[in-house]
């Protein structure tokens, strides 16, 4: 038997992330790739795996400490057989988590800058808060997650004005809401007009239980995470939907006649990895859907690469994997990556990886039902494209009707980058190759 410290591995481009959950103890037992503790940052949770099996003899984190890339957690004292190649995986490890959280901040400077652009429209509604003496003389003196600080920015809210009720002072989101509540409701006695965050009406409150019985069900981590978000780029992006449909009739019946050569590669063959060849085809002709505005927004950054956002459905909520290199691709290595991100996605292993460095997103509500809807975008992306329910409709060929299978499609994207004009020959170029999947080879 030997014992192993478990560090935390490879996280991404976060300088640290907060223990929502310890999921094991000392004595307990596990297995390789058992999870052993949640994390949460800005964008998801992720859960650390055990890279060995055996006995947890010691745990040195808690719910509510913060931890970066190479921090230790705990002690495994490892089988026999997982001890005699522990030091080969510490060694090819060890390495890099040194390195790591040196370029981390390097990596999260662009993300700082444009902040202060975001804050310039609510400053007017809230108030400066003076700094404490003691925190300016001391820099930051406060406690917060890296979701926290985030929050704060969007706001223009000074951390080192916010009381910290969590462990050992910890600023939570509670806290910086708490603050800025205060503020406007000072400055709402003085207008005489209620106000909500950043000069936007707030929502009356009203107690529902005189009206009959209530139950209050706290919201799903993952829903709360990407429910801000949403929330952000409803505000600040402002959105355009254009719908149409599309007849793919020869699409479905060349998928199904290649039912037997994709069971043999070991892959499911859905309409969705068409869809993404014809979006990534269409982004060629359109850059500007393949792009994100700069921070001041005076202009626009186009990208050379084409990496597709899938929109998966999970018992905790919503979550947008990234399919990388979708133009470099066939349709079974696609149908391939797309299996194994739903499965992580489901099991809540994703990785910030597996969710950053998307290029435009797509959400398919077709498996489901429906007839058209209007997905948000996904900022800092500029367009979303949302697939409903494909069914049979009698079409004219010019001589008779026929039966066609047709799929309805929107696009939402933001205007200040894609006018109307644009935004149609998109959603109609996008439409002509699922039509007529022939195109997407010239």
């Not at 790739?33 to 984190?61: H, N, Q, R, Y």
């Not at 992006?237 to 290649?258: C, G, L, N, W, Y």
């Not at 690469?305 to 133009?327: E, K, M, Q």
């Amino acid at each position: 038997m030997a014992t192993q410290q478990i560090n935390i591995p490879d996280i991404g481009d976060f300088d640290s992330v907060e223990v929502i959950e310890v999921l094991v103890a000392e004595g307990d037992v596990v297995a390789v790739d058992d999870s052993l503790v949640t994390l949460e940052s800005d964008k998801a949770t992720m859960e650390i795996p055990s890279p060995v099996s055996g006995k947890v003899t010691k745990v040195t984190v808690k719910v509510g400490d913060s931890v970066a890339e190479g921090d230790y957690i705990l002690d495994i004292e490892a089988d026999e057989a997982a001890a005699e190649e522990a030091p080969k995986a510490d060694a090819k490890k060890e390495e890099p988590a040194k390195e790591a959280p040196k370029e981390a901040p390097k990596a999260a400077a662009p993300a700082e800058k444009p902040a202060p652009q975001e804050t310039k429209a609510p400053a007017p509604n809230v108030p400066p808060v003076p700094k404490p003496v003691n925190a300016q003389s001391m820099g930051a003196a406060y406690h917060a997650s890296p979701s926290v600080r985030a929050f704060a920015r969007k706001l223009g809210v000074d951390l080192n004005a916010v009381t910290g009720t969590g462990p050992k002072g910890r600023i939570q989101q509670n806290d910086v809401e708490a603050m800025i509540k205060s503020v406007m409701q000072g400055s709402a006695a003085a207008s005489g007009q209620p106000q909500g965050g950043a000069g936007i009406p707030s929502v009356p409150e009203i107690d529902f239980s005189q009206f009959g019985e209530t139950e209050t069900v706290e919201l799903g981590r993952i829903k709360k995470i990407s429910g801000k978000f949403l929330q952000t780029s409803w505000l600040n992006v402002p959105h355009v939907t254009q719908f149409d449909e599309s007849d793919i009739t020869e699409m479905d019946a060349f998928r199904k006649s290649m039912k037997a050569q994709a069971e043999k590669a070991g892959v499911k063959l859905t309409p969705l990895v068409f869809v993404m060849k014809a979006v990534v085809k269409a982004l060629q002709e359109f850059p500007n859907f393949n792009a994100s505005l700069s921070p001041d927004g005076q202009s626009i950054i186009k990208k050379h690469y084409y990496n597709i956002g899938v929109a998966v459905d999970t018992p905790n909520g919503l979550v947008v994997p990234v399919v990388r290199d979708v133009d470099q691709k066939g349709i079974f290595d696609l149908s391939k990556d797309l299996m194994e991100l739903s499965a992580k996605a489901r099991d809540g292993k994703l990785t910030p990886a597996d969710m950053s460095g998307g290029c435009f997103t797509i959400s398919s509500l077709g498996g489901i039902g429906g007839t058209q809807f209007t997905p948000i975008v996904n900022a800092p992306e500029v367009a979303i494209m949302g697939l409903s329910k494909a069914k049979m409709q009698p079409v004219w060929n010019g001589a008779e009707f026929e039966p066609r299978l047709v799929m309805p499609f929107s696009v939402s994207y933001d205007h200040r980058v894609i006018d109307g004009a644009e935004g149609v020959r998109f959603t109609t170029t996008v439409g002509q190759y699922l039509t007529d999947l022939r195109q997407l080879i010239l």
